[in-house]
């Protein structure tokens, strides 16, 4: 099984790629940027609800990524998984069956 976290860093260097080579993207980053900064919510809530939205739409760079987001913004294990909890009661068996990968980040951030 791969490392999620190795995973997830080598497809990002693709996705800036991306980014450079399309100058529109940077208003997206901006605004991605912008979005993810404290305010009436915190950062760590907006990981939690990013993490539970990415399930819902099957990412997998998103599933990873805002994981390991979240636990670096202050998100306890416990947080993490009542957080996957809510996208699976909304999602079902879809998104059950993508908590393998939280799982499996939290395990490799050793937590």
Do not use: H
């Not at 791969?2 to 991306?18: P, S």
């Not at 399309?22 to 915190?42: C, H, I, N």
């Amino acid at each position: 099984m791969e490392n999620q976290l190795e995973y997830y860093t080598a497809t990002g260097k693709y996705r800036d790629k991306f980014d450079q080579e399309l100058p529109a993207m940077a208003a997206y980053t901006a605004f991605r940027k912008q979005v993810y900064k404290d305010g009436a919510l915190s950062l760590k809530n907006k990981r939690l609800i990013a993490l539970a939205c990415g399930l819902q739409a099957g990412c997998t760079r998103c599933v990873q990524g805002q994981t390991k987001d979240a636990v670096g913004a202050g998100a306890t294990r416990q947080e993490v998984l009542e957080a996957v909890a809510v996208a699976v009661v909304i999602g079902g068996t879809a998104v059950s069956a993508e908590t393998w990968r939280v799982m499996k980040v939290l395990e490799e951030l050793k937590l």
